[in-house]
DNA sequence: TTGTAGGCGTTATCAC
DNA sequence: GTGATAACGCCTACAA
């Protein structure tokens, strides 16, 4: 036997239209009536079908997510699980979920988004990994298609986006290492063509600047997010340094780590402020990002972009969390 | 103007029944007809609507993962985004997508998969992370859904499950290290009600028993995959003991971290051969799983599962990779 | 081989 | 307030 909204509209003794209403919470509806239908949804745990009203409605009530496969470093990431999870609670308040999807490995990135939108299969996507020049922006842009992008356009480019005061965060911790008269500050960045490694370098450069110091390019090296990367580039960095700034917690990490086999003891400072961080030794001065937010945010933009037609640009502010790696002879703090 | 099947219907000039038979590939329609029909929806570029195909046909082509949220770790875990990769491969061949969500924080787990049911939003499930007794399965057995379990039931449960050969691999690795005279094995195990620590478990005693010796069960620990956990573990361990058998690299990992810090030299084998498992120093001697194949065999039963009502149990080998670790004296091999 | 038409389960528009 | 009824876009008996 199956169970629909007509059948449950039958044993109420009232039309579709009128249970439908009931689901819908439409104020047309008399209390009285209103309860008894409510009375049959109980007894039959009638559940709407999801797939019809989507047909109807044109909603799926699914954001796309689809995590680069270039990046794996998304899943060794402490951080983007907490991104999800906030994403995903947010989203889930208002009857959206997340399909998430890996790219496919040797695929033109595009495609996947083309398929989605040609079969109708989510509302919105939320855009990963921002690069300088990004084709799934340009592409979703030309088929008219919502979405969200995590990161900030270097272009001054009007796309609605979310993102985490990058080059200020930058500027701050290298503003912090310069006051200490530290003037050879390595910086392990992440890769060059990301959005958010060109905005942090900003603000490595801007700090330099507003010290009135001019900066050595070959200061600045390109890696990826990991601690292996963070642990090779220092260990194979020719030249002398007098502190190291990293774009990730990872990175810092794999950074102290190499500086300790050199037995070199400078100021480290990472960024994101990840649960480790404040538990390796020494611990980790870093410039935290409000993941928690920035999850939230980008599920509420979301939301926002599909209800109200808004165009959501929001930069969230980051903190700088000063620890031991970042002090001279943080060796020391190991002793206690 | 909207592009759908009867507006390729009628610039092509045939019925939407033959529209259908065209894009479903049906033999009966005769070649001429067919590439006409081709013509039309190439220029149109038309594309089927998933959602009206999910509604007639009762299938929505996306295959449910609830990440639980107990366990972070599996985030943290390099592993499962090979897993993920391949199982989204192996499904998209067939049309299929994965839908992956996080559970939400403080909800009874088994909600999620009851909205999704519900809903009728997917196909079928992928459950991670069996536990001994698992109140997921329950449900969904009771609600007769479709899924298949990565991990084995510890009771003889008939459930269509994928798993790897737990109890063998752990029964090689403490073999190994039984025939080196080891005979006091601390067994870093991971959470006590999950069934992969129970059949592991079930592969220590095993190999003791063969040797014909009695276990201590202090030497069985229990603790999360992580690295933090292992080193903590092998730290507190008030006993000696003279070899470490950890149930994943990453705590593995973490025992030869406490263990240099303790400077106690003795051989380590880990669980699952992650990517920096041959990389470390010293390398991880290792129970390989082989994941990409669990990956790609998960999405493979769940197809023959939906499409030919199978009923998938299958045991996949595993295999020790020696490497330097379990060697006596390994920290020699930093030397060179 | 092809076309007609009903139905999948819901919601929105229109009457009453 | 409530009820018919027509879509939404597709597939599949059944008929031709």
């Known amino acids: 036997m199956k169970l629909n909204i007509s059948t449950v509209a039958k044993k109420a003794g009232v039309s579709t239209a009128t249970v439908s209403r009931v689901l819908n919470g439409s104020p047309s509806v008399s209390k009285k009536t209103r309860e008894k239908v409510m009375k049959v949804i109980e007894k039959l745990e009638y559940v709407p079908n ?4 989507s047909l109807r409605s044109k909603k799926t009530g699914l954001i796309g997510t689809i995590i680069p496969h270039s990046t794996d470093y998304v899943f060794n990431f402490p951080y983007f699980s907490i991104f999800l999870r906030e994403a995903t609670k947010r989203l ?30 989510v509302d919105a996507f939320i855009i990963l990994d921002l690069k300088e020049k990004d084709e799934r922006v340009e592409f979703l842009k030309t088929r008219d298609a919502k979405f969200v992008v995590v990161g900030r356009a270097v272009n001054g480019e009007e796309i609605p986006f979310i993102d985490t005061d990058n080059m200020g965060g930058a500027f701050k911790a290298v503003s912090y290492l310069l006051k200490k008269k530290c003037r050879k ?13 060109i905005w942090r370098a900003r603000g490595y450069l801007d700090a330099h600047l507003k010290y009135g110091l001019e900066v ?21 960095f020719e030249g002398e340094f007098d ?10 990490m794999g950074a102290l780590k190499a500086l300790k086999e050199m037995e070199k003891d400078v100021p480290v400072i990472g960024f994101d402020d990840i649960p480790q961080a404040a538990m390796t030794s ?5 410039v935290r990002q409000p993941i928690e937010k920035v999850g939230y945010t980008v599920a509420d933009s979301i939301i926002a972009c599909l209800e109200s037609e808004e165009f959501p640009r929001k930069v969230l502010d980051v903190e700088l969390i000063i620890r031991e790696s970042s002090e001279v002879n943080h060796e020391d703090s190991k002793k206690w």
């Open 50 to 53: 999801h797939v019809a009203r």
């Open 92 to 121: 889930s308040g208002d009857g959206y979920q997340l399909l998430l999807t890996i790219e496919e490995p040797d695929e033109n990135p595009v495609e996947i988004y083309r398929t989605f939108l040609d079969r109708k299969i």
């Open 185 to 197: 500050i390595l910086f392990l960045n992440g890769p060059a063509n990301q959005s958010v490694s």
């Open 216 to 236: 050595d390019d070959s200061f600045i090296l390109n890696g990826s997010f990991t601690e292996d990367s963070g642990y090779k580039m220092t260990k194979s």
């Open 243 to 252: 502190a190291v700034f990293a774009a990730s917690d990872l990175m810092a």
């Open 282 to 286: 020494p611990t980790l001065t870093t």
